[in-house]
């Protein structure tokens, strides 16, 4: 098992940057795949980025390819998603995940953990 508190959410302009955290409980974080997923108001949850378990491989969403950087230091517990160039846009609730199997990075239903999510918002 392990559980997820995600920190560094928060009120930006536009063009700015924010790092979010995600901590997680455990000694078996290393054996983790790691997501972060986002919500606006009134849409559905979706992929943002995501990170192998001994980050080696990174994946992202196109619309934040180029802006945002997702990293992990195992020795920590702790998975970060740097968010440059912000856009309004980027606007919604950002959730930190934990995936143990293999698929698609991007496929929430292979995250079996979940935090409880940071709001993030980027003013125009």
């Known amino acids: 098992q392990v559980q997820l508190v995600e920190s560094g959410g928060g009120l930006v302009q536009a063009g700015g940057s924010l790092r979010l955290s995600c901590a997680a409980s455990?000694?078996?974080?290393?054996?983790?795949?790691m997501g972060w997923f986002r919500q606006a108001p009134g849409k559905e949850r979706d992929f943002v980025a995501a990170i192998s378990w001994s980050g080696g491989n990174t994946y992202y969403a196109d619309s934040v390819k180029g802006r945002f950087t997702i990293s992990r230091d195992n020795a920590k517990n702790t998975v970060y998603l740097q968010m440059n160039s912000l856009k309004p846009e980027d606007t919604a609730v950002y959730y930190c995940?934990?995936?143990?199997?293999?698929?698609?990075?991007?496929?929430?239903?292979?995250?079996?953990?979940w935090g409880q999510g940071t709001q993030v918002t980027v003013s125009s």
């Open positions: 995940a934990a995936r143990a199997v293999a698929g698609e990075p991007n496929k929430e239903g292979l995250y079996g953990h």
């Open positions: 455990g000694r078996t974080f290393s054996s983790y795949a």
